[in-house]
């Protein structure tokens, strides 16, 4: 099979009309988001109109029919945002929310739900995780019960980013506790469904993106409101679960790419016992060891980036690539603010917001124990 072209004229294309819209409309608001803990969802309207919402959905529900080297692209210039959170919301609703939908939903499902999204005239949030089931995500406990062709849904879910914005859920529930991992089904849920309410939560990072708690109390939906099969929510969660890591590889490589060429241009601008601290010794053998492993980084994203567009499986690959790129982002923000000094501890920094940050990709998505405890099952330990 021939290597994929990642890096074609159109792609470059792409690439300049996203950044074009990351420095008009995401940048100069950075802060201001981060000081309303959320994005301006009419914004995703214009992403809509731009066509960066659907990349690789299906062109009759309004995507673009194209490949996932085409996400690496708007992922890469949307981790340069200067706003981990608003990132994060974009890419839940881009990638985290929609993906299952978009491949094993009903035909009026994606019109009434995917279409839209695509469209930025709705925004989604993924619901997986529970007060007492993170990891473990066969421990879900909210529980949809059929009663004649509605699902009566009762439960929780906590740490649900765009809590407050979505209009949609794709909620993970138990369907059938006798079932195993069969018993778990995907569901849409409207946020405003009877019975739905929310509670922010208060991070200590990701500030411009709102995160929340979420209560069912006998929320009724249609059961044609499942995504795929009932009894295959725990399946499609695990599938969907690969295009959330990797576009979390991508934007956070991309990040502390752009927090490395911050810092270097901060080093040769800072001058301390008579010279640029950029001329010290350990600060350039430091940043020399951190481009590496960036470049390293980049070097694993790119072959799970090409064995997608390839339509292999990169479930290994992706697993060590989240585990990777979290470690790495940790370092860089970790060295990063201290080349910066006092001020790297200021949170007009933006070393200390990416020392915050940068710490959620070891946790949010499968935390690294979560990684570890695939992988060493897949070298057979
Ligand atoms: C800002 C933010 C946004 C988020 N957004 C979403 C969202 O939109 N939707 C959603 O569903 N969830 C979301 N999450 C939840 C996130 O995915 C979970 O926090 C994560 O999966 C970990 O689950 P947990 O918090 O329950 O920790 P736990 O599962 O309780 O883990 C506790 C500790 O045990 C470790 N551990 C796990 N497995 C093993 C093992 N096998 N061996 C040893 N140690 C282990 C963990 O790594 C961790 O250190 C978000 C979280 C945050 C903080």
Known sequence: MSTPELNTPEHELFRETVRKFVQEELRPRAREFDAAGRFDTSLYKKMGDLGFLGLRYEPEYGGAGLDWSYSAVLYEELGRADNAGVTMGITVHTDMATPSLAEFGSDELKRAYLAPSIAGEMVSAIAVTEPDAGSDVAGVKTRAVRNGD???????????????????????????????????????????SPGFRYELLDKIGNLGSDTGQLFFDDVRVPVSNTIGEIGRGFHQQMMQFQDERLVACVTTISSSMHLWEETRRWAEERVLFGKPLSKMQNTQFKMVELYTQLTAAKALIRECVEKRVQGLDATDLITMAKLFCGRVARQVADDCIQFHGGYGYMKESVAGRAFVDSRLVSIGGGSDETMLHYMAKQLGF
């Open 150 to 192: 509605e699902w009566v849904i009762n439960g929780s879910k906590i740490y649900i980013t765009n809590a407050a914005t979505a209009d949609w859920l794709c909620l993970l529930a138990q369907t059938d506790p006798d079932a195993g991992y069969g018993g778990f089904s995907q569901i849409i849920v409207p946020t405003d």
